[in-house]
């Protein structure tokens, strides 16, 4: 059974979706382009985690136009996106200076 949306509805999901893409793509580019690890890190731990925004709203969306089911799921990867991806960012700045000044003390 397929269920037909309307056209702004698919508009702004498919908007959502490109603009995601978009973001995610860029935050991608930015670990080539950088020429350091904190500018590296710093690109993709951003544009992924607001390109997962955009693709999950985008998600949202459709799973409420659809009644398909409760987009808890969405809800609850989001949550543990915004929680996990500054952590672990953190984590591995903080390896990374202390690993730069092991080197210049030594």
Same mark, same amino acid.
């Given at each position: 059974? @397929?269920? *037909?949306?309307? +056209?702004?509805? !698919?508009?702004?999901? *498919?908007?959502? &979706?490109?603009?995601?893409?978009?973001? @995610?793509?860029?935050?991608?580019?930015?670990?080539? %382009? /950088?020429?350091?690890?904190?500018?590296?890190?710093? *690109? @993709? $731990?951003?544009?992924?985690?607001?390109? $997962?925004? /955009?693709?999950?709203? *985008? !998600?949202?969306?459709?799973?409420?136009?659809?009644?398909?089911?409760? +987009? +808890?799921?969405?809800?609850?990867?989001?949550? /543990?996106? +915004?929680? $996990?991806?500054?952590? !672990?960012?953190?984590? &591995?700045? %903080?390896?990374? @200076?202390?690993?730069?000044?092991?080197?210049?003390? !030594?």
């Amino acid at each position: 059974m @397929t269920t *037909a949306i309307p +056209f702004i509805p !698919s508009l702004i999901i *498919a908007t959502l &979706l490109v603009i995601g893409g978009l973001i @995610t793509l860029i935050g991608s580019l930015g670990l080539l %382009r /950088f020429p350091d690890f904190t500018g590296r890190i710093h *690109a @993709t $731990t951003l544009g992924n985690t607001l390109g $997962t925004i /955009f693709v999950l709203s *985008a !998600s949202i969306i459709l799973s409420w136009y659809l009644d398909d089911r409760v +987009f +808890f799921h969405e809800i609850v990867i989001v949550i /543990f996106l +915004f929680i $996990t991806s500054p952590v !672990s960012a953190m984590l &591995l700045m %903080r390896s990374y @200076t202390l690993r730069q000044e092991r080197i210049e003390n !030594s």
